[in-house]
């Protein structure tokens, strides 16, 4: 009678259960996925760098005078300088190498081999990356990147630095893999060019010919096997600009465990709660939503630590898990959002301006409070006189003094940011009866602070009201009001 009676206990814990491996599977994969974007970013983020340091070479008095011996040692002090880099190279349309760093100046060079793309770069005019290779002196696995010299508005010139992919892989460990994920990034051929693991093993060596077979199909997510044989759930992300892409995998042999363990754990409490009978899965049932309910309101408090006198230890770890995942997730909100703000003034940057600025309106939307949303569009003027007058030091105290005139002239609950360089928005809310009072104000107190920095600074300012409206229409009717109260200005100057 009990187990009948704990029966449909079972069945739903059951169906909770598979529920719950699927939710896992997403998720996990969605942190594969974010996980390779991320390290994406910090490749084309290291390549960008590199090819910037090849860039101020090509542009230097001393390659542009055609000194090549004081090239050659100014290039090799910065090899010195710059771990990523093994060496330099520079050659011409021909593919005749006339110096490289590792070699004594005037030396005799062999021609350059053509896997590294010279010919590419001066038929292009573009920078080029070649294929990942192992150097036969030093062993060590390289990236050739080449940047044109252009002179008279002609290719003459093409340099290279040759980058360590050991340097590549520092990019993709910054932040630690968790255990069981393995990541690599593969060149336009599909060769491995760093890991994340073993970073030398297998460098120029092709891809597993699953990982190739998913690729040639356009796959993003998949399960393909390393190089080591080890089956991995798999994301792909392309690395910008570049042609390359970065593959991260965990382990299936974890998941499945996880989801075997898991499988005992609800099979061992349907088997306990069938035991204990119709009276007992009651009580427990009570006891465990009652004390669930107070984990979940003091997670929600905020508080640094939930404590609990919970006499089931589940509860408890529960508790904890969810205090770790809270505490988790505000640190990454917050590294984010730190991420996607202005730098100089510390106000938001476009993007989160105009998420936070888009949450602010449907808010208003869905509230039933009949409230409505304005938009300021704030941009300066005098701006470009004080850069041209007294430098861009100046320039940078006039715009954290703007920053600091919108956070003091607004509510806190008003979303602010910088969008361009010298313009700025607000997007307030209030009652449909105040919010016209409410912006005007807002915005003849920034005009007057604004002019009180002094230098000859202003700035005009343009509201849109709307209560249904998308952000970027109003974006748009805030910004015409601002340019006809510019003009305006102007005229009455006049």
């Known amino acids: 009678m009990s187990l009948l009676a704990t029966l449909p206990m079972l069945i739903y814990s059951v169906f909770t259960f598979r529920n719950r491996v699927a939710e896992r599977q997403v998720q996990g994969q969605e942190a594969l996925g974010r996980r390779a974007a991320a390290s994406a970013i910090a490749v084309q983020q290291e390549l960008k760098s590199v090819e910037l340091e090849l860039r101020t070479l090509a542009q230097s008095d ?5 000194d090549l011996s004081t090239l050659h040692e100014f290039a090799r002090r910065v090899v010195v300088a710059d771990p990523r880099i093994a060496a330099f190279r520079l050659a011409d349309r021909n593919g005749r190498q006339l110096l490289r760093t590792d070699e004594a100046f005037g030396q005799d060079l062999p021609p350059v081999p053509a896997s590294q793309a010279t010919l590419r770069v001066f038929a292009g005019g573009e920078p080029e990356v070649s294929p990942g290779f192992v150097d036969e002196r030093s062993r060590e696995g390289l990236v050739a990147l080449t940047v044109p010299m252009k002179v008279g508005g002609d290719n003459l010139y093409a340099i290279t630095a040759f980058l360590k992919s050991d340097a590549i892989t520092g990019r993709l460990n910054e932040a630690e893999w968790p255990p069981g994920w393995v990541a690599v990034v593969l060149d336009r051929q599909h060769r ?6 073993d970073s030398q093993r297998f460098v120029g060596e092709p891809s597993t010919t699953s990982l190739n077979d998913a690729l040639d199909r356009g796959l993003t997510s998949f399960r393909s096997q390393t190089k080591d044989g080890v089956e991995v759930i798999t994301r792909i992300a392309d690395v910008p600009a ?13 998941i499945d465990r996880e989801v075997r363990s898991a499988l005992a754990s609800v099979l061992l409490g349907g088997l306990v709660c069938a035991a204990l009978g119709i ?8 006891v465990l939503r009652k004390r669930i309910r107070a984990v979940i309101g003091a997670v929600r408090e905020g508080g640094d630590t939930v404590h609990t006198s919970s006499a089931v230890t589940e509860i408890d770890q529960l508790a ?21 703000r202005d730098a100089l003034t510390g106000l938001r940057g ?3 301006f105009m998420q936070d600025a888009a949450a602010v309106i449907d808010a208003a939307r869905i509230g039933g409070h009949d409230d409505r949303v304005a938009l300021l569009y704030i941009d300066l003027d005098g701006f470009k006189d004080v850069n041209d007058r007294y430098g861009h030091e100046a320039g940078d105290r006039v715009l954290k003094g703007v920053a600091e005139v919108l956070l003091t002239s607004l509510r806190g609950s008003d979303v602010v940011g910088r969008i361009g360089g010298d313009e700025f928005a607000a997007c307030l809310c209030a009652p449909a009866d105040k919010i016209a009072s409410v912006s005007s104000h807002a915005a003849e107190r920034i005009v007057t602070a604004v002019a009180a920095l002094g230098n000859g600074v202003g700035c005009s300012v343009g509201v849109a009201i709307g209560g249904d409206s998308e952000l970027e229409v109003l974006l748009d009717r805030a910004d015409k ?6 003009k305006q200005r102007r005229s009455r100057s006049v």
């Open 320 to 340: 904890m898990a969810l205090t770790s995942a809270r505490k988790s997730v505000g640190r990454t909100i917050a590294e984010l959002d730190a991420a996607r």
């Open 192 to 197: 491995i060019v760093a890991r994340s693991q």
């Open 279 to 286: 009276v007992c899965a009651l009580f427990v049932a009570h």
């Open 62 to 66: 001393i390659m542009i005078n055609g």
């Open 481 to 486: 009001r601002m340019l006809a109260e510019k």
């Open 350 to 352: 476009r993007a989160l």
């Open 242 to 254: 570049f042609g390359w892409k970065v593959v991260v995998g965990r382990s299936s042999a974890a």
